[in-house]
């Protein structure tokens, strides 16, 4: 996703979509993930997949001492750096897999529609586990499980051409995916409910809340969010480090 994310002609599509050009305000999920996120006076925070930095921003608006955006593409830090600086925020260029911290390091981990480019979910969890102070919590958006088992992402349509069904199949077949996004080819990795909630269970973290958002009220007229009035498109999941 690396190289993905830094070729210029797949950048272009991707800065002229509404959340990449408004940021948080034309993000459907984002008024739920909002009220999920705890105290942030003083807090510590990492956010993986930071992308242009929005949540940086917010968060640090909001009180964070510091906060550390990590992403891995070279184009979105540099958007980050541009729109999003703040005296607490530091920016990193790191794939989510590669980066490390040393252990207790922050107090809220955040992640925004970026775990499901991984295939092994339990070494992230694994990995933020350790770098969360006791108590700290894991807040995190993916693409829901029914929006990426079949694999395609896309509406079997009716003869007029308009979304008829959306396919769910080979749900507990879990692994890799091939979808189309910005006339490109993009790797994802599926996973089931039951792995997303058993893998922070079993890796010492308390359910805090599980959400299946949908867009918020104020946007619900836009072509781009009819589809996730009809299916669940992300998951929110908040956790507690133990």
């Known amino acids: 996703m690396t190289a993905l994310y830094d070729d210029p002609d797949f950048f272009a599509q991707y800065q002229a979509m509404p959340r990449s050009q408004a940021g948080l305000s034309a993000a459907g999920e984002w008024p739920t993930f909002e009220r999920l996120l705890p105290d942030l006076a003083g807090k510590r925070v990492l956010d993986l997949g930071c992308g242009y930095g929005w949540q940086c921003r917010y968060v ?4 964070a001492a510091a906060v550390l955006g990590v992403d891995a593409s070279e184009k979105m830090l540099a958007v980050a750096r541009e729109k999003n600086a703040a ?3 530091t920016y990193q260029q790191a794939t989510i897999q590669a980066f490390s911290a040393p252990a207790g390091s922050f107090d809220l981990v ?3 529609l970026a775990l499901h480019y991984l295939e092994d979910f339990g070494a992230v969890v694994a990995h933020v586990h350790q770098w969360l102070a006791p108590g700290g919590v894991f807040l995190f958006t993916v ?3 029914v929006f990426t088992a079949e694999g395609s992402q896309d509406w079997l349509y009716d003869k007029n051409g308009e979304p008829w069904k959306w396919p769910v199949d080979h749900y507990f077949d879990e692994g890799k995916r091939e979808a189309h996004f910005l006339d490109r080819t993009v790797t994802k990795y599926h996973h089931t409910l ?4 058993d893998t922070l269970l ?3 973290f308390s359910l805090q809340r599980l959400v299946e958002p949908q867009p918020a009220p104020a946007l619900r007229d836009r072509p781009d969010m009819q589809s996730s009035l009809r299916m669940p498109m992300m998951l929110i999941i908040k956790a507690q480090r133990q």
Do not use: K, M, N
Request: aromatic letters at 4%; proline letters at 10%; zero cysteines.
């Open 194 to 197: 039951t792995t997303f909630v």
């Open 110 to 112: 955040l992640s925004s």
């Open 143 to 145: 693409e829901h499980p």
């Open 60 to 63: 640090a608006d909001h009180g």
């Open 87 to 89: 005296p607490a925020i």
């Open 202 to 204: 079993t890796h010492g």
